[in-house]
């Protein structure tokens, strides 16, 4: 055995021998939390750094299924109403996938024009909601604490820009709106719909569940 080959011997034994020394790793704290979204809204700070920012704006809405070229006739058309991502059973009923998103982000908007239903938010593979509310409740501020100024009806439309952090992924449900219904005159029942949110870069985002609305209730008392 040479020279280099002992040494590397040697340095490997005592990196295994340092490890097992070693603490176990403790869990990192969340740098996005609903605290953290929360004081976003009030401060010009994050607005003035000059780094990118460390996420990624998307949205997920209801679309004409037709108008992907804006050269045909179709393009023009306004008749997204009642289109989902995808249809599934929960519980016996039927739920329209309004937006879902694997990686670590926040709902940061939710938009309707004639909200139906129930709205269900599922959060990191979760078969059950960790919120669920009447949609045109939620959405018009009649729900606490997603009040005014989170929540209101403006133009005729309802609008929740209330942040909703999630760790792995997310997915949101309503239970109406995408049935033909000819004896409701706005719009027949189908649902028109937008949901804005971001993707970090980062998966140190704290998930929304049962314990965020106490534990950040200063945090969104500031807020408002």
């Not at 020394?21 to 750094?49: C, G, I, Q, Y």
């Not at 979760?126 to 009040?147: C, K, Q």
């Not at 709106?177 to 409701?184: A, H, Q």
């Amino acid at each position: 055995m040479n020279f280099s080959t002992s040494s590397l011997v040697l340095l490997l034994a005592a990196s295994l021998t340092t490890g097992c020394d070693e603490e176990p790793l403790t869990p990192r704290e969340p740098t996005f939390t609903v605290a953290s979204l929360f004081d976003e809204l009030h401060s010009l700070e994050p607005w003035l750094e000059p780094e990118p920012r460390p996420y990624r704006s998307l949205q997920q809405s209801s679309q004409e299924p037709g108008g992907s070229d804006p050269n045909a006739d179709e393009w023009w058309n306004n008749v997204d109403k009642g289109h989902f991502r995808r249809m599934i059973q929960r519980d016996g009923r039927t739920e329209a996938v309004i937006m879902e998103s694997a990686g670590s982000g926040a709902i940061v908007r939710i938009w309707a024009a004639n909200p139906r239903g129930t709205l269900r938010i599922y959060f990191d593979g979760s078969e059950v909601p960790a919120i669920e509310e009447n949609m045109a409740d939620f959405l018009s501020g009649e729900v606490e604490p997603f009040t005014a100024p989170f929540a209101y009806i403006v133009s005729r439309g309802y609008n929740l820009y209330f942040p909703i952090p999630f760790q792995q992924s997310v997915m949101v449900t309503v239970d109406d709106g995408f049935t033909f219904r000819p004896e409701i005159r706005e719009d027949e029942g189908l649902l028109y719909y937008h949901v804005g949110y971001r993707l970090y870069d980062t998966d140190v985002v704290a998930s929304f569940d049962e314990n965020t609305l106490s534990d950040n209730a200063d945090a969104i008392d500031r807020a408002r």
